[in-house]
């Protein structure tokens, strides 16, 4: 039911005459409000109703309806950034739901109670309900079990990491391991999951415990991104693409700090310095140590210059997949900064030989066919300024003609050579 029918409802009913009636509407009304809210007010509304509601379905009288009152009181706190009030009442709903509701209700409360405890910074209390939790529906297999169990391992997993001791990150793993087994492979908790996974195995990695290896975070990540992505999760996408640069940073194979600079790029591209400040903070440290790495490795040049130094060392897969996304969010962010990373880009390509050019070239046109027409304008535009500033505009002319030739067929390569003409391009 939308919002609009549930005031409906609540507005027909006579609270002194019809009581009851009125606190389950209002509550139905609240929920609806907290998880559609868009401002801080929408919360304090649904507040304002779960308040009453509460005040007449009373512990003595519905200690179960009560509970859920009070729980949905609780995520709401939980929203306005009061964890604090939160852990009280998720701890007095499982005591009145403790006995009198099925395993799997309970334990969703022991999970919320759980997460609550860790968010104000006591994780220590948050292992024993969430093992509670999991001891309840360990052995169901039904959807809302599974869902249930993930929770809990996952918050028992974020609980464990917090704690940060070599026998907690190891616990840590484990469940983050066991709650990725119980979740189907495109669910977003299995993101959550193999991000987790990846950043305990890098702690412990550095801790020197030889079990794991980096390229084991590395796999996790990559896993996580693959379900966390910039479309369906931006935020969460760049909090991984750093954690990425973060492990290429410290394996630091062939071409690492490149792939750590590529991925760290992509999280500030992300990030909103006014909404995710510290995250944004964060990288851009990241960003600034590691061209001082590649500074004093000898590795001089542009940002740009980097990319296409790691485009030209990695395989297709890889390459394709960096393009892709570079050139997704540069479409995004459109305008100025669309043409400025796009000739930041081309003046790069046309700075390496014809071979490496004609490679890159070979991943990035099939991207730029499945963008909007301005990244393929803007593009178009800067390879021939490029060719037309390198000194070796023939060659390249050549070489962009032959890709257009190979990859392209019937009106996608007549519209490309006419973008391209359009700038000046001419045909060999």
Not at 51 to 80: F, G, M, W, Y
Not at 88 to 112: C, K, T, W, Y
Request: proline content about 4%; hydrophobic content about 45%; overall charge negative.
């Amino acid at each position: 039911m939308t919002i609009e029918h549930l005031e409906a409802e609540l507005g027909s009913v006579e609270i002194a005459s019809e009581p009851d009636r009125w606190a389950f509407a209002a509550y139905r009304l609240a929920l609806a409000k907290s998880e559609t809210a868009r401002h801080d007010d929408d919360v304090r509304d649904a507040l304002r109703l779960l308040d009453k509601s509460a005040r007449i379905l009373t512990p003595a009288r519905s200690p179960v309806e009560h509970a859920r009152v009070i729980t949905a009181a609780a995520n709401c706190h939980r929203q306005l950034g009061r964890s604090e009030r939160a852990v009280g009442l998720f701890d007095a709903a499982v005591r009145l739901l403790d006995g009198r509701v099925p395993g799997p209700e309970l334990a969703a409360s022991l999970v919320n109670q759980g997460l609550a405890s860790a968010e104000v910074g006591r994780p220590a209390d948050a292992i024993e309900p969430l093992g509670r939790a999991l001891a309840l529906v360990d052995s169901a297999d039904d959807d809302e079990a599974r869902r249930v169990r993930a929770a809990a391992r996952i918050n028992r997993a974020q609980a464990l990491q917090a704690m940060a001791d070599r026998a907690s990150l190891c616990g840590a793993i484990e469940d983050y391991a066991e709650a990725m087994a119980d979740l189907d492979d495109g669910a977003p908790q299995r993101g959550i999951a193999a991000h987790g996974l990846g950043t305990a195995i890098l702690e412990l990695v550095a801790r020197g415990d030889a079990r794991w290896t980096i390229d084991d975070a590395i796999g996790a990540f990559h896993s996580s991104a693959l379900i966390l992505t910039v479309n369906a999760f931006p935020f969460q996408h760049a909090m991984v693409q750093h954690s990425l640069a973060v492990a290429y940073e410290r394996r630091a194979s062939p071409f690492d700090l490149q792939r750590a600079m590529a991925r760290v790029e992509i999280a500030l591209w992300i990030f909103d310095p006014r909404l995710h400040a510290a995250q944004w903070r964060t990288a851009a440290d990241t960003l600034d140590r590691l061209e001082q790495r590649l500074r004093a490795d000898g590795a001089e040049g542009t940002r740009a210059d980097h990319l296409v130094a790691l485009l030209v060392a990695a395989d297709e897969i890889e390459r394709r997949s960096l393009l892709r996304e570079r050139l997704l969010l540069a479409s995004r962010a459109g305008g100025e900064r669309l043409r400025r990373d796009v000739t930041g880009l081309a003046d790069a390509v046309t700075a390496i030989s014809p071979d490496e050019y004609e490679a890159v070239l070979r991943s990035m046109l099939p991207v730029l066919m499945e963008l909007p027409e301005a990244v393929l304008d803007s593009t178009c535009a800067a390879l021939c300024a490029a060719h037309r500033e390198s000194g070796r505009q023939e060659v390249f002319d050549e070489r962009l003609d032959r890709v257009v030739h190979d990859l392209l067929f019937g009106p996608q390569r007549v519209r490309v050579r006419d973008i391209l003409e359009a700038n000046g391009w001419v045909r060999p």
